[in-house]
């Protein structure tokens, strides 16, 4: 797989900012892969760790050891891309998000397993299966086809400033943008939005007719916010 999907002759040229360990991008993530089936449409993949960048100190050593963990899958994406070329963020993000999102993935069934837990209980399960994250990156660095020694920028915060920088270049139009969080968008270059978020993956007719209203919002310079106030439901990145 290559970082772009086939968008063709005047293809929208579509940015999105991720984290591997995020179920909810990876659920756009495979929902633009299945818009460019049936819209032009062209996908890059950019990493981004701001909202564990900006993570505060936690009243307990499970939340401790969660901040220290877990921005390491997405530290080896900035690797790749220093080391390796942009074009290389694509392939491995899929590769390791699949690993952890997917049907007996490391993070399969999480949101359920968490539900009703107290923050102490909730970090705590969240750090154990952190803390097997290495031999996942690891099987995703041999599936890109990237060196093995990629996986030791896990635990090296040396990578924290490109993620900084690589959130940075979300464009932003000179307004000031409250973007913590991942998917975020960006089509031909205008305003990075956060979102859609989505409880599962549309596909075929459907995943078009939402990129053309996904389109139709962030291309009106009117547009601001569009939310759903009620409970979030566990995403399903299998569904």
Request: charged share 25%; with cysteine.
């Amino acid at each position: 797989m290559t970082e772009r999907a086939e968008g063709g002759a005047g293809a929208r040229e579509v940015t999105l900012w991720v984290d591997p360990v995020c179920a909810w991008t990876w659920i756009t993530y495979r929902w633009l892969r299945e818009a460019a089936e049936v819209r032009p449409l062209s996908l890059t993949v950019r990493p981004t760790g701001l909202g564990y960048l900006r993570m505060e100190s936690g009243p307990d050593a499970a939340h401790e050891r969660f901040r220290e963990l877990s921005p390491g899958p997405v530290r080896v994406l900035a690797a790749a891309a220093a080391g390796h070329g942009d074009e290389m963020v694509g392939p491995l993000y899929e590769a390791i998000a699949r690993r952890f999102h997917t049907a007996g993935g490391l993070y399969a069934g999480l949101h359920e397993r968490v539900r009703g837990l107290d923050h102490a209980a909730k970090r705590a399960v969240q750090t154990e299966l952190l803390e097997r994250a290495r031999a996942v990156v690891g099987e995703a660095l041999a599936e890109a086809g990237l060196p093995a020694g990629l996986e030791a920028a896990m635990a090296s915060p040396e990578w924290d400033e490109k993620l900084r920088a690589a959130h940075e270049s979300i464009p932003r139009d000179g307004r000031e943008l409250e973007v913590v969080g991942v998917p975020v968008i960006s089509v031909d270059g205008r305003v990075g939005v956060f979102g859609p978020v989505l409880s599962s993956v549309p596909s075929g007719a459907r995943a078009g007719a939402l990129w053309d209203g996904f389109t139709a919002l962030v291309e009106e310079d009117a547009f601001l916010e569009l939310r759903r106030v009620t409970p979030r439901p566990a995403p399903d990145p299998t569904a």
